[in-house]
């Protein structure tokens, strides 16, 4: 779990995140893993590692405990999705809602593997880029559009996600993680393109 001290540097001051994964929203198709694509089945609702599985609930009860007051539902069993309950929106999106769902899902190959998108609930009409649909790209899940869930098309370029290999609880704070992927969402529900 993040403490103050790894928020900041040794000389007290606030930490700014200098790089973050290339990500494209966006319609067009590109090969997310730079090989020929995998099944579907495969990258999501899988049997899940005890390391995935250990790696996304440090994660996720870190990033709840520090964001999302309001609470967050979290899959801890199989640990194949997390749900934001009031994420709050950038500005951009005020005229449409403030505040909404947030569904991020797992791949199965977590931490390896950025999640592909995310869910928004299917309740808000339009987005202010375009990039929020009633479909899903880039192999991402399927299965949250059947329970009332649009998917936001946001994905991290092959290679430029990079988490470390943990062996020791917190050493995951050193590489991309879902902090990371939260300050994605942000970036791309801020943008107008």
């Not at 996304?56 to 749900?83: L, P, T």
């Not at 062996?167 to 529900?189: A, C, M, P, Q």
């Amino acid at each position: 779990m993040y403490h103050e001290s790894d928020l900041v540097d040794k000389k007290g001051r606030p930490i700014k995140i200098d790089t973050i994964p290339d990500r494209t929203k966006g319609n067009f198709l590109t090969d997310l893993f730079g090989t020929a694509s995998a099944p579907v089945d495969s990258l999501f609702w899988g049997n899940r590692s005890d390391y995935s599985k250990t790696i996304i609930r440090e994660q996720v009860y870190d990033i709840a405990e520090h964001c999302f007051k309001s609470g967050v539902d979290f899959d801890d069993d199989n640990c194949h999705w997390m749900q934001v309950h009031k994420y709050i929106l950038p500005e951009v999106w005020h005229n449409i809602a403030t505040t909404t769902p947030l569904l991020v899902v797992f791949p199965t190959q977590y931490p390896e593997l950025p999640p592909i998108g995310f869910y928004m609930k299917a309740d808000l009409q339009g987005a202010p880029d375009g990039h929020l649909f009633p479909n899903v790209y880039h192999e991402a899940a399927k299965e949250p559009l059947e329970q009332g869930w649009k998917w936001y098309c946001m994905y991290v370029r092959s290679g430029s996600w990079q988490p470390v290999r943990v062996r020791k609880s917190g050493d995951w704070k050193h590489g991309d993680n879902l902090w990371t992927y939260f300050t994605l969402i942000r970036e791309v529900l801020a943008s107008k393109e």
